[in-house]
């Protein structure tokens, strides 16, 4: 059962580089959606919602396409501190406890 | 700001032995999880709860059982540990549609 894909990546960029990550869930009625960071050997951490409008948090841009069933996160300006997997989690509306994470996108920013 | 504590960081039992994982939470959510985390298999879930002494399988229940018999608190036991729960575990808590929170994770080693 494969409802939240991501590319595993490792996306790897130099420091200053802009990076997007795209990641497709397969239930239609899915109704919120996150993205995570997890540091190596950490816990996950909320990133940002995503909104259907879209939203902007500093230098991270998270985008919702319901129509073609996928949610992006645009990272401008990379840091060598952005360097961790981002998960991509979707919820699938009333009545599910559950909340589905994608395995996750690595990505390395280097100097 | 949300809470989600873990009973230990770093653990290591032996085989056979009945292991206890205990995740307090302070924010009166309803839902509680435990997942598990291998490299290359992102979060695979276990039990979780939506509310006292309720629990539901989730997708790799087998060797593992658990308990929520207060709000706060949502155990995990492995019943007669295996080399193959070697693992990191992660406890987390949510209400409604929004994100989940995360404690910082046990690591387990079963030798």
């Known amino acids: 059962r494969k409802e939240v894909e991501q590319d595993p990546g490792p996306f790897n960029v130099p420091e200053g580089a802009t990076v997007a990550f795209n990641c497709t869930y397969s239930n239609s009625a899915s109704q919120s959606f996150f993205w995570y960071r997890q540091d190596c050997r950490k816990e996950p951490k909320l990133l940002m919602s995503?909104?259907?409008s879209g939203n902007e948090d500093g230098r991270f841009t998270a985008q919702l396409n319901r129509a073609s069933q996928y949610i992006s996160l645009l990272i401008r300006d990379s840091k060598l501190s952005d360097s961790a997997t981002y998960l991509c989690?979707?919820?699938?509306?009333?009545?599910?406890?559950?909340?589905?994470f994608g395995r996750g996108t690595s990505l390395i920013v280097h100097p | 700001d949300v809470k989600v504590t873990q009973s230990s960081r770093y653990l290591v039992k032996r085989t056979g032995e009945k292991v206890f994982l205990e995740c307090v939470q302070d924010?009166?959510?309803?839902?509680m999880f435990w997942y598990r985390q291998d490299p290359g298999l992102g979060l695979r879930l276990i039990y979780f709860s939506y509310d006292v002494k309720m629990k539901e399988k989730g997708d790799i229940p087998e060797g593992y059982s658990v308990s929520r018999e207060k709000k706060e608190r949502f155990s995990l036991i492995l019943e007669s540990a295996s080399t193959n729960q070697t693992s990191m575990y992660l406890c987390?808590?949510?209400?409604?549609?929004?994100?989940?929170?995360f404690g910082d994770g046990t690591r387990l080693s079963i030798l």
């Open positions: 924010m009166d959510h309803e839902n």
């Open positions: 989690v979707v919820n699938h509306g009333p009545g599910s406890y559950i909340p589905t």
């Open positions: 987390a808590s949510t209400t409604g549609g929004q994100p989940q929170h």
């Open positions: 995503v909104y259907s």
